[in-house]
């Protein structure tokens, strides 16, 4: 079973603050095998055995400035991978992003918090695009990797908790829109 997934406005989101509920992401089972289901021999992922629909699993990885005013949070670095129904790789896309103020100029800090996790400081993202200037890029991506699928679904480590929450207020922000087949 797939649920529509849409983003809900930006609200604050840590390892502080519990995942909201109602969350509405399906991931793939990881890990053993379930009654009716057979492992895939080319990743670890359990598929359904009558599953007819083409399914493209995109999973992501985001690292943010983690800053203590939420609506001003950035997304600094993502990372998206690809695969199809069998396991296969199908295509990566990375960037990272100049952690600029969504209103007016300047630079979002990095919290400490953050540079502990991840190790990207504000010297490594001089120069870099900000988000809004390679969302189509992102949603070309999507694309490119949906052309032959009937559906794409998302999953990310904390996913519902923050995010898909930050990356849909990233995209809201830069205009762009989601591909219709992504659920």
Avoid at 10 to 21: E, R
Avoid at 109 to 118: E, G, M, Q, W, Y
Wanted: hydrophobic share 35%; aromatic share 8%; proline share 8%.
């Amino acid at each position: 079973q797939t649920h529509t997934h849409t983003f809900p406005p930006p609200t604050p989101c840590g390892p502080d603050l519990p995942a909201p509920s109602g969350a509405g992401v399906t991931e793939p089972t990881v890990g053993g095998t379930q009654k009716g289901r057979k492992k895939s021999k080319k990743a670890d992922l359990i598929v359904p055995a009558e599953r007819k629909v083409k399914l493209v699993y995109f999973f992501l990885d985001i690292e943010t400035t983690f800053n203590a005013r939420k609506q001003y949070d950035r997304i600094i670095e993502l990372a998206v991978v690809a695969f199809s129904h069998s396991g296969d790789e199908l295509g990566r896309w990375e960037q990272r992003f100049l952690n600029a103020s969504p209103v007016g100029k300047g630079l979002v800090p990095i919290s400490d918090v953050a540079f502990s996790k991840h190790r990207i400081s504000a010297e490594m993202l001089k120069g870099k695009p900000e988000f809004k200037e390679r969302a189509p890029a992102l949603v070309a991506f999507f694309d490119g990797q949906l052309k032959t699928a009937e559906a794409g679904v998302l999953g990310a480590h904390n996913g519902d908790s923050c995010d898909f929450r930050l990356l849909g207020v990233e995209m809201a922000r830069a205009g762009a829109t989601w591909p219709t087949k992504i659920k």
